[in-house]
């Protein structure tokens, strides 16, 4: 009933930007909560940055002031600019969206996840 594209992954050298973004489709009443997370090989999936509906935001301490997550809510699209690139950024990057649907079901989708390697 929704599907969430993500793009914009790619290879980078450290110091370098990469811009994601996370668009949805389907029968999407509202959006509440974004965010972006990341999964490096070995580790856990953490939170890298979080917007609400009001678009207020947080990050975590790593990606703080190299990052920025905002929204575009007539696109139904969340972003992730991502400067200064380290390569312990190195990733695979997925969106996570709180979706209410027409019918007023609430669930959270995930992206596909797009791979970000940043190079030293």
């Known amino acids: 009933q929704v599907q969430l594209v993500e793009s914009g992954g790619g290879l980078v050298q450290a110091g370098g930007s990469l811009r994601l973004s996370c668009a949805a489709s389907?029968?999407?009443?509202?959006?509440?909560?974004m965010g972006w997370y990341r999964q490096a090989p070995g580790k856990q999936r953490e939170l890298v940055a979080h917007?609400?509906?009001?678009?207020?935001?947080n990050y975590a301490d790593s990606v703080k002031g190299r990052f920025t997550i905002s929204r575009d809510n007539s696109k139904n699209t969340v972003l992730l600019q991502m400067d200064s690139l380290k390569p312990e950024d190195t990733a695979v990057y997925y969106c996570?969206?709180?979706?209410?649907?027409?019918?007023?079901?609430?669930?959270?989708?995930w992206g596909q996840g797009t791979q970000v390697t940043v190079s030293s």
């Open positions: 996570k969206l709180d979706v209410v649907l027409f019918n007023m079901r609430r669930s959270n989708y």
């Open positions: 389907g029968n999407i009443f509202s959006i509440n909560d």
């Open positions: 917007i609400t509906s009001g678009s207020m935001t």
